[in-house]
């Protein structure tokens, strides 16, 4: 695989930010052929541009359906000669055409130890159901929402005075850590899948 990867964004892009510092810092070998996003005013463009990156939007309502739009987000990745996909906070579904593009290809970052609380509001889900410890997941992306076979988790203990805010200002910390790291691990090739396992080198 060579090292050209995208991220894909919805908002604000501090998971984007953390993967740039990570290949600034020489943490991450990659280089970032593009950044997409499905809205217009996400803050994220802006910080993907002023590091240098070529940053678009695609507007959804151009297109007649998901597909569609869909196979227009494969092809801006293509044109690029993009091999690894980062989800990160793109707030979209991802389907088919795109999926079966790029097969194990498409990473995602999660707020909650999955398979604990999918969807949105994790960290929300994750204090109301009253578990002690959460955390963040990096997880390959299949048709299953959040799903997908995991590579690398953290935990993040729940406090008593947590709001959903505070729990997820906590876990952040850590998805800015274990991203960069589970994109660095899935460029070096050194993994397999077994089942739902990822394995990695030895382990
Ligand atoms: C993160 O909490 C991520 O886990 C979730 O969406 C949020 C995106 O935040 N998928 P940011 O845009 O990376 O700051």
Redesign the pocket.
């Known amino acids: 695989m060579s090292r050209r990867i995208a991220v894909l964004?919805?908002?604000?892009?501090?998971?984007?930010q953390s993967i740039i510092d990570a290949i600034r810092e020489g943490r991450l070998d990659a280089q970032i052929a593009l950044v997409l996003s499905n809205r217009a005013n996400a803050p994220?463009l802006e910080r993907a541009r002023e590091a240098g990156v070529e940053a678009i939007f695609i507007n959804p309502r151009d297109y007649a359906d998901r597909d569609a739009y869909d196979r227009a987000i494969v092809a801006a990745l293509r044109r690029r000669q993009v091999d690894l996909i980062c989800?990160?906070?793109f707030m979209r579904l991802v389907g088919a055409p795109l999926l079966e593009a790029f097969p194990f290809r498409i990473l995602?970052?999660?707020?909650s130890l999955l398979p604990a609380f999918p969807g949105l509001e994790a960290q929300r889900q994750a204090l109301e159901y009253g578990v002690r410890i959460s955390g963040?997941t990096v997880h390959f992306v299949t048709s299953e929402l959040d799903g997908g076979p995991i590579i690398l988790q953290a935990a993040v203990s729940v406090l008593p005075d947590d709001t959903a805010e505070t729990l997820?200002a906590r876990?952040?910390i850590d998805?800015h850590r274990i991203y960069p790291e589970a994109i660095e691990v899935v460029l070096r090739g050194a993994w397999s899948i077994e089942g739902r396992r990822v394995k990695i080198g030895n382990w």
Do not use: Q, T, V
């Open positions: 964004i919805s908002g604000r892009g501090s998971n984007l994220g989800l990160a906070g995602n970052i999660h707020p963040a997820a876990i952040l998805e």
